[in-house]
């Protein structure tokens, strides 16, 4: 009742009457629905009934902004300490940097091909869902809304509280008062900017990639400066003291993959892209490889300002190398970092949402996640979620931690997507598909995944990660009674109800295009 009582409003944004495909393994806590063959499925539950949408507002440049944005965030302006510090020599950290880089390229090339497979907004969840079924999907969705997304938004705003305070405080780290205040406050004006139009949401990432795009050509002419003054001891002996343990060289690989991530943001916000087939796969292959670059130039660059043992010590790698290389005009370097982790955020922000949003959808969150804003058509009610929980990641938020932590968690799921993607290659070759990646590539990713999860518990094992685990698992508490055995609760109902009507929300239909 409330769904038509929303439809017949006349300021709604109407679509022609459609079909859309839909995969109803997963019962919804609030909506009873059909199992059927998720990718073969169509159901007539918009026959004479017209519903909202997504805009689609996302074309080629806003996707690679997206992808780069949310990529170059704090993760380069901090990780390349931790990366040196794992591998032991600057060598073997600049091929950690490349191999990250490639490992992400060919990620992101398994997800493109995903993508023009599954054409729905939601990356690993959707991919999940409609390959493995609801149980496992609601995992995903569980840990990522509650706990992955939140704390990773948290970490970065985190990070640019720091930047941004670093300048009010000559001399002296910023009071944890300021930092956490000034994050809080990033976290409510992305809200605001997510949640009055997609647009401006875009808008906001372009303006500020090409910002930090500027920043980090700054840090790479400045090095080539350097090497071409001779300051070259860094790469002397570039090999010497390189660490061999598999714990170690994993943990590097998290610390790189942590600036790189970001890679499978598109994939978040596919209903949202502006003909997804083709723009999908392009910006991956324009967006990758540039940052890539970028992040080798600027280690290298990095290297060329500081000795290894300079650049360990350093609490912030990018103020050191402004403070010998720029002077006076150092300042520059924290204003840059400011903006990197704000675009950053605001991409993060983007795509978490929708993460929300669209297992609300699914009826694996309550409904009134699912809506969107009747005027604006933005997913506000999800926007507002994350950014709640993300407030509360604030209060003990940890930027090392989580970023190990983070890794773990994302390459678990990161690989079941890519088994998924294998079985449909093997299996149902004749899904229609406008992008296919060579089954190598898939294979190595998988592998790399494999890796990457096993190789810090046996190497060196954490009782932290034990608790990941069964974080994960504490969802069986929720499925089964409320999305399995279908248990409403009355009130939960008139939440919805109260809330449709305050944030002025509707229900949404999905593209089936």
């Not at 933005?378 to 407030?391: I, Q, V, Y």
Request: with cysteine; hydrophobic share 50%; glycine share 8%.
């Amino acid at each position: 009742m409330v769904a038509v009582k929303g439809r017949e409003r006349s300021h709604f944004w109407f679509l022609s009457q459609q079909k859309f495909a839909r995969d109803l393994q997963g019962q919804s806590t609030m909506r009873e629905r059909k199992a059927t063959d998720p990718l073969h499925s169509s159901t007539d539950l918009t026959e004479g009934k017209e519903k909202l949408r997504l805009k689609q507002e996302v074309g080629l440049i806003s996707g690679v902004s997206l992808i780069a944005g949310t990529m170059i965030g704090s993760g380069i302006f901090m990780s390349p300490e931790w990366v040196l510090h794992h591998m032991g020599n600057p060598a073997s950290s600049l091929l950690i940097w490349a191999a990250c880089g490639l490992l992400a390229m060919f990620g992101a090339l398994s997800y493109a091909e995903l993508g023009t497979i599954i054409k729905e907004s939601g990356g690993d969840y959707i991919y999940i869902l409609r390959i493995f079924g609801s149980f496992p999907a609601f995992l995903f969705a569980y840990t990522s809304v509650i706990l992955v997304r939140p704390a990773s938004l948290a970490a970065v705003c985190l990070s640019f509280a720091e930047y941004a305070t670093a300048p009010f405080y000559p001399g002296c780290s910023s009071p944890q008062v300021a930092v956490k205040c000034t994050a809080a406050a990033c976290i409510l004006i992305l809200t605001i900017i997510n949640c009055l139009n997609v647009r401006l949401a875009t808008s906001v990432m372009n303006i500020f990639t090409a910002a930090k795009l500027l920043a980090l050509l700054v840090i790479v002419v400045g090095g080539l400066v350097l090497l071409a003054k001779g300051q070259t001891q860094s790469f002397q002996n570039g090999f010497q003291g390189t660490t061999a343990g598999i714990g170690a060289v994993g943990m590097a690989f998290y610390q790189g993959l942590w600036s790189y991530d970001g890679w499978n943001n598109l994939n978040y916000v596919t209903e949202e892209l502006k003909k997804p087939e083709v723009t999908l796969p392009r910006a991956l292959m324009i967006a990758i490889p540039l940052v890539t670059c970028l992040y080798l130039l600027v280690n290298v660059s990095y290297l060329a300002a500081m000795t290894p043992s300079e650049l360990l010590s350093s609490g912030a790698v990018a103020v050191t190398w402004g403070d010998k290389a720029l002077g006076s005009w150092a300042w520059l370097i924290s204003l840059s970092v400011a903006l990197s982790t704000f675009g950053s955020s605001n991409g993060t922000f983007f795509s978490g949402g929708r993460v929300c949003y669209i297992a609300a959808r699914e009826g694996h969150m309550p409904d009134i996640l699912s809506m969107a804003h009747v005027r604006r058509l933005t997913p506000s009610p999800a926007l507002l979620f994350t950014s709640a929980m993300s407030l509360i990641m604030i209060i003990s938020g940890s930027f090392t931690s989580i970023v190990n932590f983070f890794s773990f968690m994302a390459w678990l799921f990161y690989g079941m997507s890519i088994s998924g993607l294998l079985y449909l290659k093997i299996k149902k070759p004749e899904l229609p598909r406008s992008y296919k990646v060579p089954i190598i590539i898939p294979i190595i990713v998988l592998m790399a995944a494999v890796y990457l999860v096993l190789a810090p518990i046996i190497d060196q094992p954490q009782i932290e990660i034990l608790y990941i685990v069964l974080f994960i698992f504490s969802g069986i508490i929720f499925y089964f009674p409320l999305v399995r055995f279908k248990y409403h609760p009355r009130f939960l109902q008139r939440v919805t109800l109260h809330l449709q009507l305050l944030l002025e929300v509707a229900p949404t239909t999905r593209d089936a295009n």
